[in-house]
T-cell receptor, first 114, second 110 residues
């Protein structure tokens, strides 16, 4: 049973470009979470999605950031017009059920903005 | 504001000793509790989860939950240098979003 998959693993963008991060949950999981982590800091929740629905995006900046989880295909976190402060590790996690279920993390995407 | 507190460490223990990692939380309604291990530069890896008061054992790991005192701990028996990592505690009160602590750095020295 394949784990959570994320790609790309490393992404370099110049300021002002767009970054697209992809996440495929574990087989049978329909709940996806995105987190951001800066060096030496904790995980910061960004958004929680189920298939075709954004359930909670309270941790995601209102501007430049968006997320989707279409009926077919991976979940995508999109960052428009990236700035240096967007440089971080972005982790996706999936869970088998809703409230209170354990989460399984993907390997992450390291975004570097030059 | 839900809070999950962990001592940042580092906690240093000799190889073969028991490492004890602690976590306190503020929301009395919390229902599920998780421990993750994160190696430097890697993603968090689920080690254990616990829902009921008491102990839960899995190999060298034991999670202990005390809801009355609002703490959860992780014991690692026979610690190995490969256990050196940051350990994250996560708490969920039944909503969709768990609250993560900032982690405790564990160093197991030979």
């Amino acid at each position: 049973n394949a784990g959570v998959m994320q790609n790309p693993r490393h992404l370099v963008r110049r300021r002002g470009q767009e970054a697209r991060l992809r996440c495929s949950p574990m087989k049978g999981h329909s709940h996806v979470y995105w987190y951001r982590q800066l060096p030496e800091e904790g995980l910061k929740f960004m958004v929680y999605l189920q298939k075709e629905n954004i359930i909670d995006e309270s941790g995601m900046p209102k501007e430049r950031f968006s997320a989707e989880f279409p009926k077919e295909g991976p979940s995508i976190l999109r960052i428009q017009q990236v700035v240096r402060g967007d440089s971080a590790a972005y982790f996706c996690a999936s869970s088998p059920g809703p409230q209170g279920s354990e989460q399984y993390f993907g390997p992450g995407t390291r975004l570097t903005v030059t | 504001q839900k809070e999950v507190e962990q001592n940042s460490g580092p906690l240093s223990v000799p190889e073969g000793a028991i490492a004890s990692l602690n976590c306190t939380y503020s929301d009395r309604g919390s229902q599920s509790f998780f421990w993750y291990r994160q190696y430097s530069g890697k993603s968090p890896e689920l080690i254990m989860f616990i829902y009921s008061n008491g102990d839960k054992e899995d190999g060298r790991f034991t999670a202990q939950l005390n809801k009355a005192s609002q703490y959860v701990s992780l014991l690692i028996r026979d610690s190995q240098p490969s256990d050196s990592a940051t350990y994250l505690c996560a708490v969920n009160e039944g909503s969709y979003i768990p609250t993560f602590g900032r982690g405790t750095s564990l160093i197991v020295h030979p």
